[in-house]
Structure formats: structure tokens, C-alpha cells
């Protein structure tokens, strides 16, 4: 059975961080793309960062410069670290991982940006 678990969200203000993790277990993660998502209320879900099997790394604009992406194999652990967050950061985050027709997804972690 594959499960996607994320953890590391919470509350906190603008221009903090936070990091969050997914645990994956069930897959071999070395075969997998893995991304994160994030989806606002009232929003559509929306790519924030990718990396693929060999490292590659892609980020939405919005992110830039702020988010990056890694990932630990041997862990079977995908990472999301999130600097200078602002308000509009403010979603349900979600893990994601794709290999060919196959699309697995968390049950998501919640980020909030407040002062």
C-alpha cells in the first residue's frame, strides 16, 4: 500500500519558515518525480516545486528564490523548505509523486501565514 504522509505545517508570521516533510513509504522513490502542491480556499491546486528522479528541480515563479525542493532516497523522504513566507503562502500543502501513468498524493498539511 502507498502512503504519501506530510508533516511540518503550522501557523506562523510573515517572513518566517518552515520545513516540510513527506514520507513515503510503498514506492521506490528513486523512480518517482516528486512535487509539492498547494491549494488555497476558493483556489484551484497549483505546482509550488518539482524534482525529478535525477535532481532536476523546477519552482513556481511565486516561490523563487524562496522554496527549495529536496530529497533523500535512502529515507524515501521528500523535503520542502519554505523561507521568507508571506501571507498569500497561506494553503493545504500537498506531496505528490508521478512516475508515468501513475499519480500517488498526500492527505495534505496546512500552511498558515499571520501575524
Not at 2 to 27: F, K, M, N, Y
Not at 71 to 99: G, H, I, W
Request: proline share 3%.
Amino acid at each position: 500500500q502507498v502512503q504519501l504522509v506530510e508533516s511540518g505545517g503550522g501557523l506562523v508570521q510573515p517572513g518566517g519558515s518552515l520545513r516540510l516533510s513527506c514520507a513515503t513509504s510503498g514506492i521506490i522513490l528513486d523512480f518517482y518525480t516528486m512535487g509539492w502542491y498547494r491549494q488555497a480556499p476558493g483556489k484551484q491546486r497549483e505546482l509550488v516545486a518539482v524534482i525529478t528522479n535525477v535532481g532536476i528541480t523546477n519552482y513556481a515563479d511565486s516561490v523563487k528564490g524562496r522554496f527549495t525542493i529536496s530529497r533523500d532516497n535512502p529515507k524515501n523522504t521528500v523535503y520542502l523548505q519554505m523561507n521568507s513566507l508571506k501571507p498569500e503562502d497561506t494553503a493545504v500543502y500537498y506531496c505528490n509523486a508521478f512516475r508515468r501513468v501513475t499519480n500517488y498524493w498526500g492527505q495534505g498539511t496546512q500552511v498558515t501565514v499571520s501575524s
